[in-house]
């Protein structure tokens, strides 16, 4: 037993080894690949059945549907949903499937929340059909005319195209942790390995491993703050000691819940906690914006409200509190970061980032913050499902002020 341990062990790979594999394959060899891999998954002249009918279904529906191609049913577990027709389209009970269906029938599962990953709804899915279970991933390299990029999503070549500065980035890392969860992010992307992500952690911008206790005259600046959730857990995290929290949320129905919340809480807290319905960004401008009701919503040119956005350096007062900014603006990172260019330089705030909503994200965002030269420790972590809720924490590398 013991030498094949040290078996195994040696022939484990370091971080900079996996990396070097991962990054060693050209673009034309990683193109050749997606394609064989993609037409060994769907061949193109199956019927598709979309597994979840709710907005991103919806939204593989019409790209499928701009490339020529049309499904014959959604599935969904949601018993209101089963019997109604979504955009011309039956919505079936899942066990129906396969009874209604022949064999050439492939399941794309199109559901990307934290409720359900792929892995575990492909599990649920072969407990009663036969049929071919994918992702909308693979429909994504089969058709990626149609989907890419889309979120942190592009075709392998491109991504291996930025070799240089992914290596860099890599480098930054504080901890070997982190730099575990870029590589897995990366196979992912280059391989469509969902096996490889890391295991998903609930403590959304509060890693209890990176982060202590903040100071209790911390001020805690919420962007894209949903309907409080992010405050439940700051407040949770620091047993309601701090000196103030400034909430943007440009979502109005979303933006209305928060303060709903906001006002079940004593006096003392409410007080100090400062709601905007508004978005971050690099001026005070005004914008489109397509309100979904949920944590999808975002600026869109087509979006069917006008938002005020507003840039953090002209809101948040610049005292002697501890700060520590949370973005997680569906896109709009690089404008809101741009936005607080002199709070980041005059008070070297703590920083959680989102970095999955486009596909350079993972590696642009810690070298910009790096070469502002604050002296910053750079982690990343893992706290949603098939990719998601990727977070970049940037941290004062000699500890908190």
């Given at each position: 037993?013991?030498?094949?341990?040290?078996?195994?062990?040696?022939?484990?790979?370091?971080?900079?080894?996996?990396?070097?594999?991962?990054?060693?394959?050209?673009?034309?060899?990683?193109?050749?690949?997606?394609?064989?891999?993609?037409?060994?998954?769907?061949?193109?002249?199956?019927?598709?059945?979309?597994?979840?009918?709710?907005?991103?279904?919806?939204?593989?529906?019409?790209?499928?549907?701009?490339?020529?191609?049309?499904?014959?049913?959604f599935a969904d577990d949601t018993k209101q949903k089963q019997?109604?027709?979504?955009?011309?389209?039956?919505?079936?009970?899942?066990?129906?499937?396969?009874?209604?269906?022949?064999?050439?029938?492939?399941?794309?599962?199109?559901?990307?929340?934290?409720?359900?990953?792929?892995?575990?709804?492909?599990?649920?899915?072969?407990?009663?059909?036969?049929?071919?279970?994918?992702?909308?991933?693979?429909?994504?390299?089969?058709?990626?005319?149609?989907?890419?990029?889309?979120?942190?999503?592009?075709?392998?070549?491109?991504?291996?195209?930025?070799?240089?500065?992914?290596?860099?980035?890599?480098?930054?890392?504080?901890?070997?942790?982190?730099?575990?969860?870029?590589?897995?992010?990366?196979?992912?992307?280059?391989?469509?390995?969902?096996?490889?992500?890391?295991?998903?952690?609930?403590?959304?911008?509060?890693?209890?491993?990176?982060?202590?206790?903040?100071?209790?005259?911390?001020?805690?600046?919420?962007?894209?703050?949903?309907?409080?959730?992010?405050?439940?857990?700051?407040?949770?995290?620091?047993?309601?000691?701090?000196?103030?929290?400034?909430?943007?949320?440009?979502?109005?129905?979303?933006?209305?819940?928060?303060?709903?919340?906001?006002?079940?809480?004593?006096?003392?807290?409410?007080?100090?906690?400062?709601?905007?319905?508004?978005?971050?960004?690099?001026?005070?401008?005004?914008?489109?914006?397509?309100?979904?009701?949920?944590?999808?919503?975002?600026?869109?040119?087509?979006?069917?409200?006008?938002?005020?956005?507003?840039?953090?350096?002209?809101?948040?007062?610049?005292?002697?509190?501890?700060?520590?900014?949370?973005?997680?603006?569906?896109?709009?990172?690089?404008?809101?970061?741009?936005?607080?260019?002199?709070?980041?330089?005059?008070?070297?705030?703590?920083?959680?980032?989102?970095?999955?909503?486009?596909?350079?994200?993972?590696?642009?965002?810690?070298?910009?913050?790096?070469?502002?030269?604050?002296?910053?420790?750079?982690?990343?972590?893992?706290?949603?499902?098939?990719?998601?809720?990727?977070?970049?924490?940037?941290?004062?590398?000699?500890?908190?002020?």
């Amino acid at each position: 037993m013991e030498q094949t341990l040290a078996a195994t062990t040696e022939l484990a790979l370091s971080p900079e080894e996996e990396l070097d594999a991962l990054l060693r394959e050209s673009p034309q060899a990683a193109k050749r690949r997606m394609d064989q891999v993609a037409r060994a998954a769907i061949k193109g002249d199956e019927s598709f059945v979309l597994y979840g009918a709710g907005q991103f279904g919806q939204t593989v529906l019409a790209r499928l549907r701009s490339v020529g191609v049309e499904p014959v049913a959604f599935a969904d577990d949601t018993k209101q949903k089963q019997g109604q027709v979504i955009d011309g389209l039956p919505v079936l009970p899942p066990r129906e499937v396969g009874e209604r269906f022949g064999p050439e029938t492939v399941t794309v599962v199109t559901i990307l929340n934290a409720q359900l990953n792929f892995v575990t709804a492909r599990r649920r899915l072969s407990e009663f059909t036969r049929h071919p279970i994918v992702s909308f991933l693979d429909l994504a390299w089969r058709y990626p005319q149609a989907f890419l990029p889309y979120y942190q999503f592009e075709e392998p070549a491109e991504v291996l195209e930025k070799a240089g500065d992914i290596r860099s980035a890599f480098q930054l890392f504080a901890e070997e942790e982190s730099q575990r969860q870029f590589l897995a992010h990366l196979k992912f992307r280059l391989q469509l390995d969902y096996e490889a992500l890391p295991r998903a952690t609930d403590d959304n911008a509060f890693p209890r491993n990176l982060l202590p206790r903040l100071p209790a005259d911390t001020t805690f600046v919420d962007c894209g703050a949903y309907d409080g959730d992010s405050i439940r857990a700051f407040l949770t995290f620091q047993s309601n000691e701090f000196r103030s929290i400034y909430a943007f949320e440009p979502d109005a129905g979303n933006c209305n819940r928060m303060r709903a919340y906001v006002d079940t809480l004593s006096a003392g807290v409410a007080g100090r906690i400062h709601v905007f319905n508004a978005g971050v960004g690099a001026r005070r401008e005004t914008l489109r914006f397509s309100a979904a009701g949920n944590m999808s919503s975002s600026f869109d040119a087509l979006g069917e409200l006008e938002v005020s956005v507003l840039p953090l350096d002209e809101v948040i007062p610049s005292d002697d509190s501890q700060l520590y900014l949370k973005f997680d603006v569906e896109g709009a990172e690089w404008e809101a970061l741009k936005g607080c260019a002199q709070l980041l330089t005059s008070k070297r705030p703590l920083v959680a980032l989102s970095a999955y909503h486009r596909p350079d994200d993972l590696w642009q965002l810690p070298l910009y913050l790096d070469r502002l030269n604050l002296d910053y420790a750079f982690f990343l972590r893992t706290h949603g499902e098939d990719g998601m809720d990727l977070v970049l924490y940037a941290l004062p590398a000699n500890g908190l002020s």
